[in-house]
């Protein structure tokens, strides 16, 4: 019983981790000047069913927003254009 017990706890924490990955992975979410985390939004590209070269170029504006604050609300309206969000 508390073999069976500890692995029911253990599946409820790695469908609670997978639940929070798939939160942090929420395009609306992370797609906000407030919330511009380049590394979480260059893996959400990579992530997704996007071509190469318009991942490759989203990521490159990702990186160049990263150094350059300016750039954030338009690479974010380019990503979400290229989402369809």
Known sequence: ???A????????E???AATAAADAMDPAALLTAEAF????ISAMIAGSTLGDA?????????AA???NPA??????????????L
């Open 1 to 3: 019983a508390e073999a």
């Open 5 to 12: 017990a500890a692995a029911e706890a253990a599946a409820a």
């Open 14 to 16: 790695a469908a609670a």
């Open 37 to 40: 985390d380049a590394d979480k």
């Open 54 to 62: 318009e991942q490759a170029t989203l990521t490159a504006a990702v």
């Open 65 to 67: 927003a990263k150094d």
């Open 71 to 84: 750039l954030v609300s338009g690479v974010i309206d380019q990503i979400k254009t290229a989402l369809g």
